[in-house]
């Protein structure tokens, strides 16, 4: 898929750059194009050296007259064939001649030709920002459906303390990939996640852990967030932000997880165990920090199995989703597990492999349920995330059904 982005002259336009390459992480491909203010603040060789396309910065860009209206054609040919158009930093002047259809360079000639979805991210000095016009300006093009990522407050480069800093680049990129990727499928649904790993202290100082990071359920939630999903997320301790527009919930130990999940479960349609979940806890919890002294023997009992406990309690028409991550004979353990739980189906890691499973920005998983084993290859959790609710929302189609049945049958 390809992405414009539009960089209009404000002091931010350096932060094009970290988008442009948050957008290709995300396998697409991204056109740059400059005003020419843009252009005093940051070179277009930076945009086209990342992109390896020429940066467009003028409508007319061969001085001879010949090649003019050749070089403007094949220029708008570029803007017809975007999927979508991303101007960040968008200056109050870009703002007003997009409101007002005034067309007298590339970037604004692009937005009145191009039919793809249209997001900017303003950044301005706060009083610019606060002008009735700027506002007027932002509801005209709101109204036409202009997705707007408002800009942060704090420190701006004028000196003065307010709203008009650019949003955060992964804000920015949440929202052009939302624009991208926007399938309504999972409206309706109420998609509880757990996700990242619980902790179990052995004193005030110290605890039992896992190496999960949360990337994967996250990611999880993020993707159900965006095909329409109301989505509950039920995370322990991680270093990530929550994705726009979820329901946070967070939570420490085992039995809080068990305690927020089953409080929740009457609200949703389809829950997803990403989390991985301490199985076994100090029965006594030190008051003080442990001393030093020798060999130490803890002595652990096992916590309860929420995954269990879910599947006892799931209503006819919930979809009880797992994940294993297993070291050895994972197959065998990942169907072991499938039926032991009762779920509806596992999403099975192979953590013992280089490169994916715990903490890391990509993964390989089999999607597990009874009647089958679905290879999903080696791709970026989020990419992963939206393949795994392909499978999800599979289970609920007749043709499934009639196939379980048929097994049951045998
Ligand atoms: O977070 P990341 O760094 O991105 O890594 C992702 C992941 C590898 C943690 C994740 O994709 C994963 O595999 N999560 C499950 C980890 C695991 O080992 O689960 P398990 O095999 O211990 O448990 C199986 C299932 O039962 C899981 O859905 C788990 O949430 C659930 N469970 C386990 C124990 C328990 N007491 N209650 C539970 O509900």
Not at 121 to 130: E, R, S
Not at 191 to 220: H, I, Q, W
Not at 253 to 272: K, N, P, S
Request: charged share 25%; net charge negative; glycine share 6%.
């Amino acid at each position: 898929m390809k992405v414009t982005v539009g960089v209009s002259g404000g002091i931010a336009a350096y932060k094009a750059a970290e988008l442009v390459r948050a957008l290709q992480k995300q396998a697409l491909d991204v056109q740059v194009v400059m005003t020419e203010a843009a252009q005093r603040f940051v070179q277009p060789l930076t945009f086209a050296a990342l992109t390896g396309h020429q940066v467009i910065t003028s409508l007319w860009d061969s001085p001879d007259t010949a090649e003019h209206e050749a070089s403007s054609i094949e220029h708008m040919d570029a803007a017809q064939t975007t999927d979508a158009l991303v101007v960040a930093p968008a200056t109050a002047n870009v703002l007003a001649k997009f409101a007002h259809g005034i067309a007298d360079d590339f970037l604004t000639t692009l937005y009145l030709a191009t039919t793809a979805p249209v997001i900017v991210a303003p950044a301005m000095n706060v009083n610019m920002w606060q002008h009735p016009a700027t506002q007027a300006n932002l509801e005209t093009l709101a109204a036409r459906n202009v997705r707007i990522v408002a800009p942060d407050s704090g420190y701006l480069a004028c000196g003065m303390i307010g709203a008009g800093r650019l949003a955060e680049i992964d804000a920015i990129a949440e929202a052009v990939l939302g624009v991208l990727h926007h399938r309504n499928d999972l409206a309706g649904e109420t998609v509880m996640v757990t996700a990242g790993g619980t902790r179990e202290a052995l004193d005030p100082v110290r605890f039992l852990g896992n190496r999960s990071s949360g990337k994967m359920g996250y990611a999880m939630a993020e993707a159900a967030q965006r095909r329409g999903a109301r989505v509950i997320l039920v995370t322990a301790p991680t270093a990530l932000r929550v994705p726009a527009g979820c329901e946070a919930v967070t939570v420490i130990t085992t039995e809080e997880m068990r305690q927020a999940v089953l409080d929740r479960l009457d609200q949703a349609t389809i829950v997803i165990k990403a989390a991985a979940v301490a199985d076994y806890r100090p029965r006594v919890q030190a008051g003080q920090k442990l001393r030093r002294s020798g060999p130490l023997t803890l002595e652990l009992e096992p916590t309860q199995d929420i995954l269990a406990e879910v599947v006892e309690r799931r209503r006819p028409d919930m979809l009880v989703i797992g994940f294993a991550a297993e070291t050895e004979d994972v197959l065998a353990h990942g169907r072991d597990k499938l039926l032991r739980k009762g779920a509806d189906a596992i999403v099975l890691n192979d953590v013992s492999r280089e490169g994916v499973g715990f903490d890391s920005e990509r993964n390989a998983v089999t999607f597990l349920t009874r009647e089958r084993a679905i290879e999903l290859p080696e791709m970026t959790k989020r990419e992963l995330a939206d393949h795994i609710l392909d499978e999800i929302l599979a289970l609920r189609r007749p043709s499934h059904v009639l196939a379980e049945s048929d097994t049951t049958g045998d």
